[in-house]
């Protein structure tokens, strides 16, 4: 506060003079704080939540598993040896060894990072294009939403096992001599096949809600062109149900990768994930249950925490559920 003026000094017959307040001053600024956006509020009421900082913390171990996993598991992963064959949890190997031998805390370890790099780059790759045709399908209008919609119904039409089986055996079948990228690849690519209409309509209904705002008028009003109005606009407003989506179908993702790679037609050896360690456990599951366990429990860990980081961001984003 300024220092007060000669005219908020009052004297008083008996009395010593005070001071008071000064009245503010027209257009000065009340408080230091600067309005917050969408993001700032959300972020404010994420650091609330206990919610969100438990699933912050284990999918940072979950991703430091799948980026350096010699921090967590310095063992072998692949090879193993004949006379470990289905040992007991031990100092020597936690989660005991499976039928091969081989550490199956290592492989726990190490699968994460088939698991969580095919599910991210599918989210990512299901979000550009998803994305992509929902904002050209809300903005255009006309015959091009049309065209798009009836597209993305027929891809949404399809089952998603039953497609995601077909695409895998009829590029991934048995005998193809596909290398850990390329199996990992056509994994990835499948799922973003059968997932991007679900994101198409997500955004597709965001922009229609969003491009008649007046903010969008007078944009396209004082002459911007589309890609400004897309790009500086539209995308900035329609992007927070995104968000939120994308971050809980990285949970989903990760299940779905472990439920093709249980069925035999996901990802393969050599590739370590918890999919194919669960389809080679299930028959030990009488004599070694760990096996199963413990690439089970690691599995429903990583898609419970992206599913919790998931609806906290949507409670945090969402101004009717605050």
């Known amino acids: 506060m300024s220092d007060p003026s000669t005219a908020s000094i009052v004297s008083t017959p008996g009395a010593q003079p005070t ?21 700032g509020d959300a972020w404010r009421d994420l650091r609330r939540k206990p919610l969100f900082w438990i699933s912050v913390t ?28 289905l040992q007991k949890p031990s ?21 994460a990072r088939a698991s969580i790099i095919v ?20 903005y ?13 119904d027929v891809f949404f039409g399809l089952p998603f096992v039953l497609g995601a089986i077909v695409i895998l055996t009829t590029f991934n079948g048995s005998g193809s001599g596909n290398s850990k990228a390329q199996i990992m690849s056509l994994v990835t690519v499948s799922l973003i096949v059968l997932s991007w209409p679900v994101v198409m309509r997500l955004m597709r209904s965001s922009v229609l809600a969003t491009k008649e705002a007046d903010y969008i008028v007078a944009a396209r009003a004082l002459g911007a062109g589309t890609g400004r109005i897309i790009l500086k606009h539209l ?36 590739v370590v994930s918890w999919g194919i360690m669960i389809s080679g456990g299930k028959d030990f599951i009488r004599v070694a249950p760990g096996l199963v366990f413990f690439p089970a429990a690691f599995l429903v860990t990583a898609v419970l925490s992206f599913v919790m980081l998931g609806e906290a961001v949507r409670e945090a984003l969402d101004p009717k559920l605050r």
């Not at 598993?65 to 006379?83: E, I, T």
């Not at 100092?91 to 699968?111: E, L, N, P």
């Not at 599910?119 to 809300?138: E, N």
């Open 19 to 39: 001071e008071s307040a000064a009245p503010a001053t027209a257009g000065q600024p009340q408080s230091n704080d600067k309005p917050r956006g969408l993001l």
């Open 58 to 85: 284990l999918i940072v171990i979950f991703l430091l598993m799948a980026a350096v996993p010699s921090l967590f598991a310095p063992g072998d992963a692949v090879n193993g040896s004949l006379s470990r064959s």
């Open 91 to 111: 100092a020597d190997g936690w989660f005991g060894y499976d039928v091969q031998g081989r550490d199956v805390y290592a492989r726990t370890i190490y699968g």
């Open 119 to 138: 599910a991210v780059l599918s989210v990512l790759g299901t979000l550009l294009v998803g994305g992509a045709m929902g904002i050209i399908a809300g």
């Open 140 to 152: 255009r209008g006309g015959w091009v939403d049309g065209l798009l919609s009836r597209i993305a």
């Open 235 to 270: 995308l900035p407003n329609c992007l927070a149900p995104l968000l939120v989506y994308g971050t809980i179908m990285v949970g989903s993702f990760i299940g779905a990768e472990a439920t093709l790679s249980f069925l035999g037609v996901g990802l393969k050896s050599p």
